[in-house]
């Protein structure tokens, strides 16, 4: 007689399911509005592909008829770590890493510890000033983002969860291998980028005309 395989016995087999063992994985994590999408941005034009973790929340967040606000995917991503544990959204990400790639949007200790099963895995940590994220957030129009910087702040401060399923935007960065400061222009970035991954870019074919990469300090 076969036996019917539970719901959590799927969720088993989907988290052994991993990348190849030679592929290369660049996660990015940091706070709001630091950059993490311009850096996903330059590190696709050198032939990574790029996956985000913000994504499974969103197919989520429309599969249940709700909007893309920050507080409803912030809702809907921690209802998902809950169910599934504070990798969950990371362990749907594997199957899909067939080659150089991206995981950007990485903002709990347990998504770092899912993707640190890989052989070949770097986490890059983007931060800058909150002053000027609040400025970019702005200037980026994003629905949920807060009109004014104290708002901001408080938004900010309440994705710095302590409870297992919440974003621990702290906590995560800390894990980073490697830090890069964006508190200058878009070339200084990606020259921060390109030194902080030094040795990991030269390999990685380009697509068009690219940027120059970026550096960081190593944590």
Not at 195 to 201: K, P
Request: cysteine-free; aromatic content about 2%.
């Amino acid at each position: 007689m076969r036996r019917r395989k539970t719901p959590q016995a799927a969720r088993a087999r989907t988290s052994t399911r991993k990348a190849p063992p030679s592929v290369l994985v660049i996660g990015l994590t940091g706070p709001n509005a630091s950059g993490k999408g311009e850096v996903a941005k330059f590190l696709a034009a050198r032939g990574f592909e790029v996956r985000s973790l913000s994504d499974v929340v969103r197919d989520e967040a429309t599969r249940r008829g709700l909007d893309h606000s920050r507080d409803s995917l912030i809702r809907v991503g921690v209802e998902l770590r809950t169910e599934g544990g504070p990798g969950a959204l990371a362990r749907h990400i594997l199957p899909r890493l067939r080659r150089r790639g991206v995981v950007d949007s990485i903002r709990n200790p347990g998504e770092v510890a899912v993707l640190r099963t890989l052989k070949r895995f770097v986490l890059l940590g983007i931060d800058a000033p909150q002053p000027l994220r609040f400025q970019r957030s702005i200037l980026r129009g994003r629905l949920g983002d807060g009109a004014t910087l104290e708002e901001f702040a408080r938004k900010e401060a309440r994705e710095n969860s302590t409870t297992e399923a919440g974003q621990q935007l702290l906590a995560t960065l800390a894990l980073a291998d490697r830090v890069v400061t964006n508190d200058g222009t878009i070339e200084d970035l990606h020259e921060r980028t390109r030194r902080a991954l030094a040795g990991h870019l030269d390999a990685a074919p380009r697509r068009g005309s690219g940027g120059a990469g970026g550096g960081g300090r190593r944590r």
